[in-house]
């Protein structure tokens, strides 16, 4: 296996796959943790009902303190046994998802307290419905507020899904430590799958930079 070309040709295929599971983990996470942090701020935000937002708060303190491969063992191992099984790859965005709502939770609901309520109140006052106001004048305020910290989220969680290869997804690290096995290529191998980490969260990293310094400069 001393050969390069032979070598690349061994390693480069089975990375490159995984590196494609990774963009499909790290989408399908992003998208079920901004649905459920943005529901979730709302009902920390704006919701009367005491208990529904102490749920919230449980929900967003117990994904925050738990580490996050207690969760994916949870929801691969623990509902398998009780006859709820998951794929390897649905475990792995469901659990990065529920995860990461927590962390955008308290990004949104930042965002919505950034804004002055006089807002609400003054269209509230003119007929507008609750509903209306947060659709066409709260949420792009607080979604314009909010794209660096979610840019960061997005270049973080590419990262994260490191961790699911201990449930068997078969993304970056999956493949390196299979191939780490069979060629003993070790150094070679793992810098590769960095190389390969890194490739796909700096343009994210970089787009954040630029949205803050930009939407700074806005304000």
């Known amino acids: ?61 117990t994904f ?14 623990g509902l398998a046994s009780i006859g709820v099984k998951l794929t390897s790859l649905s475990a792995a965005i469901l659990g990065l998802g529920l995860i990461g709502a ?19 109140e003054a269209a509230l006052a003119i007929g507008m419905t609750p509903g209306t106001v947060l659709r066409f004048i709260l949420m792009p305020q607080a979604l314009r507020t909010t794209l660096p910290p979610l840019a960061n989220y997005g270049a973080q969680l590419v990262k994260d899904t490191s961790i699911v290869a201990a449930i068997a997804a078969p993304e970056i690290m999956f ?20 190389l390969l980490y890194l490739a796909l969260s700096l343009p994210l990293s970089f787009a954040a930079g630029r949205l803050e310094k930009r939407l700074g400069g806005g304000r």
């Open 1 to 61: 296996m001393s050969d390069p070309a032979t070598l690349a040709a061994t390693i480069l295929p089975p990375l490159l796959r995984g590196a494609i599971v990774t963009v499909e983990v790290a989408a399908g996470a992003f998208l079920i943790a901004v649905v459920i942090g943005m529901l979730l701020a709302l009902i920390k935000t704006f919701g009367r009902s005491l208990p529904l937002r102490a749920c919230v708060d449980l929900y967003v303190e």
């Open 64 to 77: 925050r303190n738990v580490p996050a491969l207690t969760h994916l063992f949870i929801l691969y191992f």
């Open 102 to 120: 927590a962390t955008l939770a308290d990004v949104f609901r930042a965002g919505f307290q950034s804004l002055h309520a006089g807002q609400r």
């Open 175 to 194: 493949f390196a430590r299979s191939l780490v096995t069979s060629t003993f290529e070790t150094t070679l191998i793992y810098l590769s799958a960095a």
